[in-house]
């Protein structure tokens, strides 16, 4: 895999990691006191997911052995996000 390959995906995987990274952040610095233990601990939970998503997104650009398209990483990130948006929803319920 190119290099140029490899930075187009990460570039993509990373901009899908970083917004709701980004997101989750600004929500907890803005309503954090307002916020149960509960919730805390779940924004906690999501902020560790994303970037552990951006962590992988930047170990496909960094990764020169990459020979094919690392469809573990993809699905990696992928699993996270869903996994993400399921904890969002339980954590608008408490």
Known sequence: ??????????????????????AVILGAVA???????????????????FTICVGVSISIAADKRLEGVPWL??????LFIVLACGVGWVREMV
């Open 73 to 78: 990483r993809i699905g990696t990130i992928g």
């Open 1 to 22: 895999m190119t290099l140029g390959r490899r930075l187009r995906l990460a570039i993509i995987l990373g901009f899908f990691s970083v917004l709701p990274l980004a």
């Open 31 to 49: 309503f954090w006191d307002n916020w149960s233990g509960a919730r805390q601990a779940m924004t906690i939970f999501l902020a560790v997911m």
